[in-house]
């Protein structure tokens, strides 16, 4: 089932809104783009190792690549914030809301600190976006704090927290131990103006260029694609409900399902009655179907065997996260998890990942001198010197590409901006009270600020919308 399909017997009004979300979060992403290029290609440039063009286009590429390989762990943190229950029902025009109201926020707040040359974190602000509508929606609703996936939300709180920490210790410790190793005063000191670096160490830097470009795509890439996901099931949560990429997976849930309950029952476990009733539902619905497309349209059926699906993958993690589970049990639960039940409802459609590595590239190739500027002369008294861009952008891809592995979002611009902080105290090239601040300010106030711009426009989306 294709997007086309998904789309027929939409009325004028929700096509239009639906059309508008998908632009607004591929504008996000292209913005997302030219935010944060200066993040990869400030040391390129500023060390003369490649004229800004061809630094840009080929930062835009390895972006590209990173969307294409860096697979969907982060996109589903991000989708994972809100209780995506929130997002189903659209009888009251909340999901329309909720989904429009955080990627305004977004591009409002990327857009405005850009244009100020602030180089903030896009994770941020998406984050406080989602934030801010699961509060706002679920403060509408009298739900207290229920909108938003708090374990989550910590989660992910704790690596943004970290990972500048990381940044600025790292860099700082590999500029020391270039000092020790490598004894060229060239390498520490800010070039002449008409100065080029030595081979070994341009040829460093375009390789630091590409790995934090590519990074940057294979994490924040990442986020575009949880963005549109929030859009596709926010406005066509039915058809979205379950795998439109593989939708043959039918049969394998099913079996997997009652595996699981034969499984644990051999082993003395108790299934809770919930669990029970989702895989008595999956028996009966996927009986005899040999892929989700065969599930009836006219009823949410759909939807109700993806939460059955989520109901027994909770019940299994707890399972496998208790230490008295036998090895043995644990592992093959573990595997039935990962590798039948989540795929059936975590996955993004081709035509989402392809959108998004288009936009994100596209978005690399424009826009990069005001970031640049502060990054490479505002954050030091001393422009940067070729190790210092080197050692920075170096513990930026391994810290970022590390974080898309795991799951993690993490800001690529707060990761190198403090990689660079750091490499100018370990060189004793001092900082720039003034950049810090206002750097530090943006890192502190986009979360605040987002989360209450998202509430805002949701309660005034409410409003008109009734």
Same mark, same amino acid.
Not at 379 to 402: D, F, M, N, R, W
């Given at each position: 089932? @294709?997007?086309?399909?998904?789309?027929?017997?939409?009325?004028?009004?929700?096509?239009? =809104?639906?059309?508008?979300?998908?632009?607004?979060?591929?504008?996000?992403?292209?913005?997302?783009?030219?935010?944060?290029?200066?993040?990869?290609?400030?040391?390129?440039?500023?060390?003369?190792?490649?004229?800004?063009?061809?630094?840009?286009?080929?930062?835009?590429?390895? @972006?590209?690549?990173?969307?294409?390989?860096?697979?969907?762990?982060?996109?589903?943190?991000?989708?994972? =914030?809100?209780?995506?229950?929130?997002?189903?029902?659209?009888?009251?025009?909340?999901?329309?809301?909720?989904?429009?109201?955080?990627?305004?926020?977004?591009?409002?707040? @990327?857009?405005?600190?850009?244009?100020?040359?602030?180089?903030?974190?896009?994770?941020?602000?998406?984050?406080?976006?989602?934030?801010?509508?699961?509060?706002? @929606?679920?403060?509408?609703?009298?739900?207290?704090? $229920?909108?938003?996936?708090?374990?989550?939300?910590?989660?992910?709180?704790?690596?943004?927290?970290?990972?500048?920490?990381?940044?600025?210790?790292?860099?700082?410790?590999?500029?020391? $131990?270039?000092?020790?190793?490598?004894?060229?005063?060239?390498?520490?000191?800010?070039?002449?103006?008409?100065?080029?670096?030595?081979?070994?160490?341009?040829?460093? =830097?375009?390789?630091?260029?590409?790995?934090?470009?590519?990074?940057?795509?294979?994490?924040?890439?990442?986020?575009?694609?949880?963005?549109?996901?929030?859009?596709?099931?926010?406005?066509?949560?039915?058809?979205?409900?379950?795998?439109?990429?593989?939708?043959?997976?039918?049969?394998?849930?099913?079996?997997?399902?009652?595996?699981?309950?034969?499984?644990?029952?051999?082993?003395?476990?108790?299934?809770?009655?919930?669990?029970?009733?989702?895989?008595?539902?999956?028996?009966?619905?996927?009986?005899?179907?040999?892929?989700?497309?065969?599930?009836?349209?006219?009823?949410?059926?759909?939807?109700?065997?993806?939460?059955?699906?989520?109901?027994?993958?909770?019940?299994?993690?707890?399972?496998? $996260?208790?230490?008295?589970?036998?090895?043995?049990?644990?592992?093959?639960?573990?595997?039935?998890?990962?590798?039948?039940?989540?795929?059936?409802?975590?996955?993004?459609?081709?035509?989402?990942?392809?959108?998004?590595?288009?936009?994100?590239?596209?978005?690399?190739?424009?826009?990069?001198?005001?970031?640049?500027?502060?990054?490479?002369?505002?954050?030091?008294?001393?422009?940067?010197?070729?190790?210092?861009? $080197?050692?920075?952008?170096?513990?930026?891809?391994?810290?970022?590409?590390?974080?898309?592995?795991?799951?993690?979002?993490?800001?690529?611009?707060?990761?190198?901006?403090?990689?660079?902080?750091?490499?100018?105290?370990?060189?004793?090239?001092?900082?720039?009270?003034?950049?810090?601040?206002?750097?530090?300010?943006?890192?502190?106030?986009?979360?605040?600020?987002?989360?209450?711009?998202?509430?805002? =426009?949701?309660?005034?989306?409410?409003?008109?919308?009734?």
């Amino acid at each position: 089932m @294709n997007f086309l399909d998904a789309i027929v017997g939409l009325s004028p009004g929700p096509l239009i =809104l639906l059309l508008v979300a998908l632009g607004t979060a591929f504008a996000f992403e292209f913005i997302n783009g030219f935010h944060d290029t200066a993040n990869a290609v400030t040391t390129v440039i500023y060390s003369r190792s490649l004229p800004p063009v061809a630094a840009v286009v080929y930062s835009g590429f390895l @972006n590209f690549l990173g969307v294409l390989l860096g697979g969907t762990a982060v996109a589903f943190s991000i989708v994972n =914030l809100l209780p995506v229950d929130l997002l189903v029902d659209a009888r009251s025009g909340a999901a329309l809301v909720m989904v429009l109201s955080l990627l305004l926020a977004g591009v409002i707040w @990327n857009l405005g600190t850009w244009y100020i040359g602030l180089p903030v974190s896009s994770s941020h602000t998406l984050i406080g976006s989602i934030v801010g509508v699961g509060l706002a @929606n679920s403060l509408w609703t009298g739900q207290s704090l $229920a909108g938003v996936n708090w374990q989550e939300c910590l989660k992910v709180g704790l690596a943004l927290l970290i990972s500048p920490l990381l940044g600025f210790v790292l860099a700082a410790l590999l500029l020391l $131990a270039l000092k020790a190793t490598v004894r060229s005063p060239r390498l520490y000191q800010p070039p002449p103006e008409h100065d080029r670096p030595p081979g070994w160490i341009r040829t460093l =830097l375009i390789g630091t260029c590409g790995g934090v470009s590519f990074a940057h795509g294979s994490n924040d890439g990442q986020k575009g694609m949880g963005l549109l996901l929030l859009v596709l099931i926010g406005f066509l949560p039915l058809h979205y409900a379950l795998t439109v990429t593989e939708p043959h997976r039918a049969p394998e849930v099913r079996a997997a399902a009652l595996q699981i309950r034969e499984k644990l029952s051999s082993q003395g476990y108790e299934l809770p009655t919930p669990v029970l009733e989702a895989i008595q539902l999956l028996d009966q619905e996927l009986a005899e179907r040999s892929s989700f497309d065969e599930l009836p349209r006219e009823r949410e059926v759909r939807w109700e065997v993806r939460q059955s699906i989520m109901t027994i993958s909770r019940h299994l993690k707890a399972i496998t $996260a208790d230490p008295d589970t036998p090895p043995q049990l644990r592992q093959e639960l573990e595997q039935l998890r990962k590798q039948t039940l989540l795929p059936a409802v975590e996955y993004v459609p081709t035509w989402v990942v392809m959108g998004t590595a288009l936009a994100l590239g596209m978005g690399t190739c424009i826009g990069y001198r005001r970031i640049v500027i502060t990054i490479a002369e505002k954050i030091g008294k001393q422009h940067l010197t070729y190790a210092q861009g $080197a050692a920075a952008e170096s513990v930026a891809a391994i810290t970022i590409l590390l974080a898309a592995v795991t799951g993690m979002p993490v800001s690529t611009t707060h990761v190198l901006s403090s990689g660079v902080a750091g490499t100018m105290v370990a060189n004793r090239s001092g900082v720039q009270r003034h950049t810090l601040i206002k750097i530090l300010t943006a890192w502190v106030l986009t979360l605040p600020a987002t989360i209450c711009l998202a509430g805002i =426009l949701f309660v005034l989306g409410r409003l008109i919308n009734g």
